[in-house]
């Protein structure tokens, strides 16, 4: 049985770095089924193409040919576009009949899957990693989802309950939803000493000083992410032992934002605190390196990688209590949730953390024991290998257990 992950994106974003994990492991099934095949299909080149020939995994990129640069007119722009939009979908169309399931692991791959389904009558599955609120998106675009999801998808995977409730919310059928996390494997994140030396002396300047209080802040650069939010607290906090690292770049055409915050550094006079690292393949060795981790979006979000990342590295982390933060961490216990939007919120929150060791001790050791139980790769994958087996062959009897729990 083969099953086609489509994703629209080449970048390596939260959900290409979930499907990453979910199709290398698909060939070698723990729980002894029938292995399914797998060939993901990208609608774009990047570098998430390189990961996926590095881990052997069978793929191709249906480029959607960008318009010739001397095509300056409207017209023959958007005819251009359209032709390079039906040749892509002539080429899904063709790679849907030769598999069995098709698996939509982003919006856009979602609109190209759900009309593969109606074209070709394979079955589709929905991973869903958006949070459908009108800060993420347009009326138009959460209702064709919702709709889309509605009529075409077999099974709607969330990435957490948060995602859930926002897609029933929008109009989506419960009953064709799962919560399934994103799973991740716990001894990644255990790093020596020795490894953390040498990283500390590559990156220099303050963080190889002991009076430094380093916070860690790990995500791609878009304006809801908040980057200027923490920013602006810091500021407030006007404590010089701080020190930052921004860790990220602008993913999907967000260089603008990225400039902003380099000039809100300056202009707030951060530029001795505030160290720009961008996109970095060592996550878990430089979360090792922080004394505290900041997620601070400025709208909800969907899961949020890099909270359990920072769970599973053992670290303190602050994260505004809404979207899936409060059912990923436990206040006080397993990490520090705040007021969101709020850079006073957030300043007091670094000050009482930063201040207080032995809490950031204990809640680090909580979060990485829950964590681990939570979210292991082997046990999401497995609830997700469930779903894909249930849907090939609906008459058998298996239910799948939904990923759940309370943080
Ligand atoms: N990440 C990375 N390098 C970076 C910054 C982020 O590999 O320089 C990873 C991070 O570790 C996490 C993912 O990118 O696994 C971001 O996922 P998340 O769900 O937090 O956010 P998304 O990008 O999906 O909105």
């Not at 990453?20 to 095949?37: F, K, N, T």
């Not at 949730?337 to 680090?364: C, N, Y």
């Not at 979060?367 to 994958?381: I, V």
Request: hydrophobic share 45%.
């Amino acid at each position: 049985m083969k099953v086609l992950f489509l994703d629209q994106s080449g970048e390596l974003g939260g959900a290409e770095l979930c499907l990453l994990d979910i199709v290398a492991q698909i060939s070698c099934d723990p729980a002894g089924r029938d292995a399914l095949e797998s060939q993901v299909a990208l609608l774009s080149a990047g570098p998430f193409q390189d990961r996926l020939t590095q881990a052997n995994i069978d793929h191709v990129v249906l480029r959607e040919r960008p318009p010739h640069p001397k095509d300056r007119a409207f017209f023959s722009r958007r005819l251009r576009e359209l032709f390079s939009l039906c040749h892509c979908l002539g080429d899904l169309i063709q790679l849907a009949r030769n598999s069995d399931l098709i698996y939509a692991n982003t919006s856009k791959a979602m609109v190209m899957g759900a009309i593969a389904h109606l074209i070709t009558g394979r079955p589709l599955v929905y991973h869903l990693h958006d949070i459908l609120t009108p800060q993420h998106f347009l009326w138009l675009n959460r209702n064709l989802l919702v709709q889309l999801a509605n009529s075409c998808a077999t099974q709607v995977i969330a990435n957490s309950h948060a995602t859930q409730q926002a897609f029933i919310a929008a109009g989506g059928h419960m009953a064709k939803s799962q919560v399934i996390y994103n799973g991740f494997l716990p001894e990644q994140f255990r790093i020596e000493p020795a490894q953390q030396q040498a990283l500390r002396q590559s990156l220099g300047g303050k963080l190889s000083d002991d009076e430094t209080f380093t916070i860690g802040c790990f995500s791609r650069f878009a304006p809801w992410k908040g980057q200027h939010l923490l920013l602006e607290s810091l500021a407030k906090l006007n404590d010089p032992q701080v020190r930052l690292l921004l860790v990220g770049d602008s993913l999907f055409g967000e260089e603008a934002y990225v400039l902003k915050l380099r000039k809100q550094v300056e202009r707030l006079g951060l530029t001795e605190q505030v160290q720009f690292l961008g996109f970095r393949d060592d996550v878990p060795q430089l979360l090792a390196l922080c004394d505290l981790l900041v997620h601070s979006p400025v709208a909800p979000e969907p899961f949020g990688r890099v909270i359990v990342e920072a769970m599973l590295g053992g670290k303190a982390i602050i994260a505004p209590a809404e979207g899936s933060s409060p059912e990923l961490l436990r206040h006080g216990q397993t990490g520090w949730l705040i007021e969101p939007r709020s850079s006073e919120s957030l300043a007091l929150a670094i000050q009482t953390l930063k201040a207080e060791p032995e809490l950031r001790l204990r809640m680090g050791q909580a979060a990485a024991q829950a964590a681990q139980q939570r979210f292991h790769l082997y046990q999401t994958n497995q609830a997700i290998f469930e779903l894909l087996h249930h849907t090939l062959n609906p008459d058998l009897m298996v239910a799948s257990p939904v990923t759940t729990g309370v943080p």
